[in-house]
């Protein structure tokens, strides 16, 4: 069974500054794709960037970009430039072969003017 | 918009209601599911349909009977739930298993 590990329940940025947000998983499939969700105050949950396990390239979205580390299980993700709009709860999520998404617990992001 | 739309939005219901979630989704996705968020646990998934048929029943008791008619829509019928059952239910559509587009959820309470 796969395992997404959010290691920062709660971070904070300066607004126009720059925020990582960690992800770890775990998985014994070579072909799955990783998702950062991004859940503000009305729960609608959208979709930030994907990320295709085959591909070395990391993933990047204009303010978003991801650094995944496939050996290392790793997949975070980098907000640039920070806006007020970003404070969120944000989901690093993992999709394999069988339908499920698994979804880490999530980092609740504030950012400070 | 995300292409996923979710009925009612707000629901409160007592102990011996029967009720149904309804999501729709207008994407052309071949995959549908259910989530439950309650407050400080992650996301559990609940039911998965792959071309109308249940994938995937994470252990959820029998008072969540899903119904799935067609690809585009998919059912949560209620019955007898507890009070522990109050929380926000999503619908997601994917075409297989790649990114899951959710719909606005349905705040459930009961009462």
């Known amino acids: 069974a796969q395992t997404v590990t959010q290691s920062q329940p709660e971070m904070s940025v300066q607004e126009a500054e720059t925020v990582t947000l960690s992800c770890t998983y775990d998985?014994?499939?070579?072909?799955?794709?990783l998702f950062w969700y991004k859940q503000p105050p009305s729960r609608q949950m959208i979709l930030v960037i994907r990320?295709?396990?085959?591909?070395?390239q990391n993933a990047t979205e204009n303010r978003f970009s991801v650094n995944f580390q496939k050996a290392a299980k790793s997949f975070s993700l980098k907000i640039s430039d920070s806006q007020l709009g970003d404070a969120a709860m944000y989901f690093c999520?993992?999709?394999?072969?069988?339908?499920?998404?698994?979804f880490g617990k999530g980092t609740l992001l504030t950012v400070n003017p | 918009e995300t292409g996923v739309t979710q009925t009612p939005r707000h629901l409160v219901m007592g102990m011996t209601n029967k009720k149904s979630l309804k999501c729709e989704q207008h994407?052309?996705?071949?995959?549908m599911y259910w989530y439950k968020q309650s407050a400080k646990k992650p996301l559990e998934l609940m039911f998965v349909?792959?071309?109308?048929?249940?994938?995937e029943n994470n252990s959820v008791p029998s008072r969540f009977s899903p119904e799935c008619p067609n690809s585009s829509h998919l059912f949560l019928h209620l019955h007898t739930l507890q009070p522990e059952d109050s929380a926000l239910y999503l619908c997601?559509?994917?075409?297989?298993?790649?990114?899951?587009?959710f719909g606005q959820g349905t705040r459930l309470t009961v009462v």
């Open positions: 999520a993992f999709g394999g072969s069988n339908y499920k998404l698994t």
């Open positions: 990320q295709e396990a085959y591909k070395q």
């Open positions: 349909y792959s071309l109308e048929e249940r994938v």
């Open positions: 997601a559509s994917s075409q297989g298993p790649r990114e899951a587009f």
């Open positions: 998985t014994s499939e070579s072909d799955y794709y």
């Open positions: 994407l052309g996705h071949n995959a």
